[in-house]
């Protein structure tokens, strides 16, 4: 169903929120700007408002940022994944109700492989892709940063503990961990890890073959420069690396600045070709 508004919507900083309907899923999605559509994708458990500093930026440069709530946040609801596969549905159904044509596609982390995934699945949908701090390995993530992750989440464990898991999973040296004590939905995170841990990456690997931004941060445990090197060799001039300084996997939180204008520099390539 095309995209309504809700009794819950919204203008405040220019700030829109839609309700777009697939089936027995309601997906919340917020909207700054207008222009060529780019869609963002939070990182594991957590939401939209990771992405508000970076979707103000590219409405600015004259973009249209959709940034959906993944179910179980904000007003999006619906069953449990089965897979990635459900994840990367409910993005093309966001861009078939707010897009007027294919959209760049722009993951942080977890939100990678919905990427790259709906790049799979539905083509005609996506432009290119956007990778922020990839797993792109093939194999699962390292149970060490799986704990530490989940560690973060938890609201119940206590503050030091979980700041020393974002400092060790998240954050480079230097950088404040503390903004993300908040903003975490464990329900959310242990849904779309069960959803991952079902679908090969083998599936999501190539992007469809679309174009590929890899925004690498330099200071990352568990997406690694040596990862980005070899996924630009294996798919060749499609890919295009861009190492973030002082970042981590927070790298949204850590230099939001610097990868809006990535984001930005690299869009408007896209829709001059």
């Known amino acids: 169903m095309a995209g309504k508004r809700n009794d819950a919507s919204f203008r405040p900083g220019g700030v829109e929120r839609r309700i777009v309907e697939r ?23 957590r939401g ?44 093309a159904a966001v861009i078939e ?14 939100g990678n492989r919905v990427a790259r995934l709906l790049a799979s699945d539905r083509g ?13 390995g093939k194999a699962p993530s390292p149970p ?22 974002l400092r060790f999973a998240f954050f480079a040296p230097g950088n404040d961990p503390r903004p993300w004590l908040s903003g975490w939905y464990p329900e959310v995170l242990a849904a779309q890890r069960t959803a991952g841990d079902r679908t090969p990456r083998e599936e999501d690997y190539a992007a469809g073959g679309k174009p590929v931004l890899y925004l690498q941060p330099d200071h990352d445990p568990l997406a690694h420069t040596e990862e980005a090197d070899a996924f630009r060799r294996e798919l060749g001039e499609r890919v295009t690396v861009i190492l973030v300084p002082r970042a981590s996997h927070a790298a949204i939180a850590e230099q939001p600045q610097f990868i809006s204008a990535a984001l930005i520099t690299y869009a408007r390539g896209l829709w001059l070709r």
């Open 144 to 165: 060490d940063v799986r704990a530490a992750i989940r560690k973060s989440a938890d609201p119940a464990a206590p503050e030091p503990e979980r700041i020393a898991a």
């Open 48 to 91: 939209a408002a990771d992405f508000a500093p970076i979707a103000a930026s590219l409405a600015q440069a004259g973009f249209r940022a959709l940034c959906p709530e993944p179910r179980g946040i904000g007003l999006s609801r619906g069953p449990v994944y089965e897979d990635l596969h459900d994840c990367a549905a409910d993005i």
């Open 124 to 136: 005609d949908l996506v432009r290119a892709v956007a990778l922020i701090a990839a797993n792109v």
């Open 97 to 110: 109700a707010e897009a007027r044509e294919p959209a760049f596609v722009v993951g942080h982390a977890f």
């Open 23 to 45: 089936g027995q899923v309601t997906l919340d999605v917020l909207i700054r700007g207008s222009g060529p559509p780019i869609v963002l994708l939070p990182s594991l458990g």
